[in-house]
């Protein structure tokens, strides 16, 4: 039988198949295509700077998958922030937000959860761990709430009032413990040991994985559902989208959907860092965060924005932070090495980003009829 040709089907089937593609563009293989370049890169890139490559490898794995004990007190410890700060990104990028800020929001939340915790009838309390982070999640959504003011009523571009609100956050935990949180002898620049009851539990015997994990994965989920199955997460995704078509057409409140998202994503980093405080460090001192928030933005790209991509994409960088914890101490690699993996995925991605979203503008002009491209051109 012959075959009738029809221009704008075959043009429709085409684009079906490459709908049919995208599994190359999901976060799995996104990570699959990215962790197979961290092997082939990394090695190159000790074997440059004269370290013995193979050792170093082999330490970066012994460090966080080569036992039960690297994985659960090591990996998964360390990728419970970023997860939090990767989803904190996402969920405002989804409403065209760029908040930078996380970092500040994650170091507000930690203050909070410290300051909470350290008041004799709160942090004695069988409640106090959950005081605790409902405390650092509501310091981190004021801090974000500071940015999301400033771009509501002023104009001001939240990229700039974020970092310059890290800044702030930096040199505020800065002044209270060297002040008026500082331990009693005032010897060491850190807070008093948060009580027992303020701690978050252990998950596993004979291991430092805690709570804060579980609470990661929920958050994400959480967020997935919401962004997904809601009304809430509908006009969240369409003012990102395009936030004039979400104005006229859905009649959607953009000012209230952005500042609400904004929001959102301070109180998820301050959780991060109210879950750190309490389920790691214990106490509030400088440098309490190695720039979990900055990860967060890398964490966010990897994943696509996407809340579950985020939890993969997490515990990848969740184990290059505890591989290269593994590689200084064992093969006298600095820690800094992975510090430069991690940026070249981060300009990878943005490298990538635009190209990616060319090649979708292509497909889309190739599939639409002649008819409508002359319309188009004579406008």
Not at 25 to 37: C, H, I, M, W
Not at 131 to 149: E, F, K, R, T
Not at 167 to 174: N, S
Request: charged share 10%; with cysteine; hydrophobic share 55%.
């Amino acid at each position: 039988m012959r075959r009738t040709i029809n221009p704008r089907g075959d043009r429709v089937f085409a684009l079906c198949l490459v709908n049919q593609s995208s599994f190359w563009r999901t976060p799995f293989a996104r990570a699959v295509f990215v962790l197979g370049g961290i092997v082939v890169v990394v090695p190159i890139l000790l074997a440059a700077l004269g370290f013995d490559a193979a050792s170093a490898m082999l330490a970066l794995f012994r460090g966080s998958l080569g036992s039960v004990y690297a994985i659960t007190s090591a990996t998964l410890v360390r990728a419970t922030p970023v997860i939090l700060t990767g989803l904190s990104v996402a969920v405002a990028f989804r409403a065209g937000v760029f908040n930078i800020g996380a970092e500040g929001q994650l170091l507000a939340g930690a203050v909070a959860a410290a300051a909470i915790s350290l008041v004799p009838r709160i942090g004695s309390s069988l409640a106090s761990s959950w005081i605790a982070l409902v405390a650092g999640a509501s310091a981190g959504a004021a801090w974000a709430g500071i940015a999301a003011l400033l771009r509501a009523r002023f104009r001001v571009l939240e990229v700039i009032s974020t970092i310059l609100l890290n800044f702030v956050a930096v040199e505020l935990v800065g002044f209270l413990v060297r002040g008026p949180l500082q331990e009693p002898l005032h010897i060491y620049p850190q807070s008093t040991t948060i009580p027992l009851a303020a701690r978050l539990p252990r998950i596993l015997p004979n291991s430092r994985l805690h709570a804060g994990f579980i609470i990661a994965v929920a958050a994400s989920m959480v967020a997935w559902w919401v962004l997904r199955h809601t009304a809430a997460g509908f006009r969240l995704r369409a003012v990102g989208a395009n936030p004039d078509a979400a104005r006229v057409a859905g009649q959607i409140d953009v000012t209230r959907t952005t500042t609400r998202a904004f929001i959102a994503s301070g109180a998820i980093a301050g959780l991060a860092g109210a879950i750190e405080l309490t389920g790691v460090t214990f106490a509030l001192y400088e440098n309490l965060s190695p720039g979990y928030g900055y990860t967060g933005i890398a964490v966010a790209l990897l994943a696509r924005l996407d809340p579950l991509g985020v939890v993969a994409s997490g515990l990848l960088f969740g184990g290059l932070e505890a591989g290269a914890s593994a590689m200084q101490r064992d093969a006298g690699v600095p820690s800094v090495v992975v510090s430069i993996v991690e940026a070249l995925i981060i300009l990878g991605l943005i490298v990538a980003w635009p190209l990616e979203m060319g090649a979708a503008r292509t497909r889309t002009e190739s599939v639409v009829p002649p008819e409508a491209q002359e319309a188009k051109a004579s406008v």
